[in-house]
C-alpha cells in the first residue's frame, strides 16, 4: 500500500500519460452484450479497453481478453464528471475528505470530480492547489481536479494557474478574501485571465438587505425569503454582463430560479449553466419536513421554479448536472435557523435519482448521460472523458435501470452520513464504476487499493 500510495503521487507532476502506466497495472477487459449509451445512440455491442484506455466500443463478443463481463440487461454509460464537490479537505475533514468523498463518487458512478476552493486554506495561491493534487494522488479513488479560487487581489496567480479546471469566484455567499462582489475586482478578473470561470451568483447585497429586513431570519424557511429569487437573478445578469463584454467564457453554477433559467435562453455561447439534483427536486414545501437537511446556498426556491429548471435542461438552456455536494454533521445541521449551516451530501445518489427520472418519464438516459457525463467534459475542456469511444479513458459505469432501492442514511458511505433523501425509493441504480479500466466499485464492494489520477485539461494553449 505505501509503494501504491507513492506511486500515485507522481501523478501531481510526471506527464499525464507517464502517470497512469505507471499505475495502472496493464490488462484487457471486454464488456460484452451491454446496452451502450454513445454520443448519438444506444446499441447493443461489446466494449475493450486495455491499460485504461477504450480500445474499440464494437468489439467481437470472442475478442480475446483477461476479463469478460458479461453485461446482458445492463446499461454502460460514461464515468459521470461532477463539476462541483466540496470535500472538505484539507481543514474541515471532520465532515468530509478526499478518501471518503471519492468512495462516495465511486458508489454513486462518479469517476471524475472537480472540488472548490473554500478549504482551509482556501485554494487561492499555486502552492495550496499544488498541495491538493499532492493530496489528491495518495488519497482519490477516482480522477480529479481543484478549482482556483478568486480574490480581490490575486489576479496575477490567476493568470498564471495551470493543472486546474478554471476560476471560481464567489460574488455572493462566502467569506474572508474568497467573497468577490465589488465591481472593480470583477472587472479585473474577467478581463486580465483566461482561464474558464464560474461563480456562486447571489447578491451579497439583496441578501443582506433581506435579512435585515426579516431581522436574520427566525425559520428554515426564512433562507429562501433572505436568499431570494432577485439575489440570484442580480448576480448571474451581473456575471453574464461581465462575461460577454469580455469575450470570457463563464460557467453559471446551481441556477435556481425561473427567472435564471428565462434570463439565460438569450444568452451567447461564452456561457454554459448547470442545475443541482435538491434544485430540480425539493421546494420550499419540503422545510416543513426536512427543515435544515435541504438548507442550501443558494436556496431551495419554488414548485415553479422546479419546473422551469427542467425545461431549461430539456431544451438545452441548462447543459450540466451537479451536486454542489457540501456535507455538514447531522449534530451541525441541528441547530436552529440561522446557525444551521447551508449545504448537503449528494455525490453517491446524484446518478439514481437521474436514473429514476429516466424510469419515471422526465428525461431520457441519453439526456442524462450528456448532463452529467459528455456536457461538464466540453464546459471544463477535459482530456479524453466524458464519452465512451476509443482513445478514450475507460471511465465507465454499468447501471441497471430495474433495480429498486431505498436511498438510507445507515448506507451512506460519505463521511457525513446521512442524505436530505433518506427513505425515498429510486428505480435505476449504478451496480458497477470503473476508473480507467479498473473496477472501484462492484455491488456494495471497494477495491479501496485503486487510486485515480488527475484529470487533464486542454484550455487552447
Known amino acids: 500500500m505505501a509503494f501504491l500510495a507513492a506511486l500515485a503521487s507522481v501523478s501531481t507532476w510526471f506527464p499525464h500519460g507517464l502517470a497512469r502506466r505507471a499505475i495502472k497495472q496493464k490488462m484487457k477487459t471486454l464488456i460484452r452484450n451491454a446496452e451502450v449509451v454513445l454520443s448519438d445512440q444506444t446499441a447493443k455491442t461489446n466494449v475493450l479497453f486495455e491499460d485504461g484506455v477504450i480500445c474499440a466500443v464494437d468489439a467481437a463478443a470472442g475478442a480475446d481478453a483477461d476479463e469478460v463481463i458479461d453485461a446482458t440487461g445492463l446499461h454502460l454509460i460514461p464515468g459521470v464528471i461532477d463539476d462541483q464537490v466540496h470535500f472538505r479537505d484539507p481543514g474541515l475533514t471532520h465532515k468530509e475528505d478526499l478518501a471518503t468523498g471519492s468512495r462516495a463518487c465511486a458508489k454513486g458512478g462518479v469517476t471524475t470530480f472537480l472540488e472548490m476552493p473554500n478549504t482551509n486554506p482556501a485554494t487561492i495561491t499555486l502552492d495550496a492547489l ?44 462566502s467569506t474572508g478574501n474568497l467573497l468577490v462582489d465589488q465591481q472593480a475586482a470583477l472587472e479585473r478578473i474577467f478581463a486580465e485571465t483566461t482561464l474558464p470561470i464560474c461563480a456562486h451568483c447571489e447578491d451579497e447585497s439583496t441578501v443582506r438587505a433581506n435579512a435585515e429586513r426579516l431581522n436574520g431570519g427566525k425559520s428554515y424557511r426564512d433562507h429562501s ?26 460557467h453559471v453554477l446551481h441556477v435556481s430560479t425561473a427567472q435564471e433559467v428565462k434570463f439565460l435562453r438569450g444568452t451567447s455561447e461564452l456561457i454554459s449553466a448547470e442545475a443541482c439534483p435538491h434544485h430540480l427536486f425539493f421546494n420550499v414545501h419540503d422545510y416543513e419536513t426536512l427543515g435544515s437537511l435541504v438548507q442550501m446556498n443558494p436556496s431551495i426556491k419554488h414548485p415553479e421554479d422546479n419546473e422551469e429548471l427542467w425545461r431549461g435542461l430539456i431544451d438545452g438552456t441548462i447543459e450540466v448536472v451537479a451536486t454542489d455536494h457540501a456535507p455538514h454533521t447531522l449534530e451541525e445541521k441541528d441547530q436552529p435557523y440561522p446557525k444551521s449551516p447551508s449545504g448537503l451530501p449528494a455525490v453517491e445518489n446524484s446518478l439514481a435519482l437521474m436514473l429514476n427520472s429516466v424510469n419515471t418519464g422526465h428525461c431520457t438516459l441519453q439526456q442524462v448521460v450528456s448532463w452529467m457525463c459528455a456536457a461538464p467534459a466540453r464546459v471544463w475542456d477535459i482530456v479524453n472523458k466524458g464519452s465512451i469511444q476509443a482513445g478514450f479513458d475507460a471511465d465507465l459505469v454499468l447501471v441497471d435501470m430495474n433495480r429498486e432501492a431505498e436511498i438510507r442514511n445507515e448506507q451512506q458511505v460519505t463521511k457525513s452520513g446521512w442524505s436530505p433523501w433518506h427513505g425515498t425509493k429510486l428505480k435505476g441504480w449504478p451496480v458497477r464504476t470503473f476508473v480507467h479500466g479498473q473496477t472501484v466499485y462492484n455491488d456494495g464492494v471497494f477495491d ?14
Request: aromatic share 8%; hydrophobic share 40%; proline share 2%.
Open 130 to 173: 499544488h498541495a491538493k493534487l499532492d493530496l489528491a494522488a495518495g488519497k482519490c479513488l477516482v480522477n480529479y481536479g481543484f478549482y482556483i479560487g478568486a480574490t480581490p487581489d490575486n489576479v496575477g496567480v490567476l493568470k498564471s494557474a495551470e493543472r486546474t479546471p478554471g476560476i471560481k469566484i464567489f460574488i455572493g455567499s
Open 448 to 461: 479501496d487499493t485503486i487510486r485515480g489520477t488527475e484529470a487533464m485539461f486542454d484550455h487552447g494553449g
Open 225 to 250: 425569503r433572505i436568499r431570494d429569487h432577485k439575489a440570484a437573478l442580480i448576480a448571474t445578469q451581473r456575471a453574464v454582463d461581465l462575461a460577454e463584454r469580455n469575450d470570457h467564457r463563464f
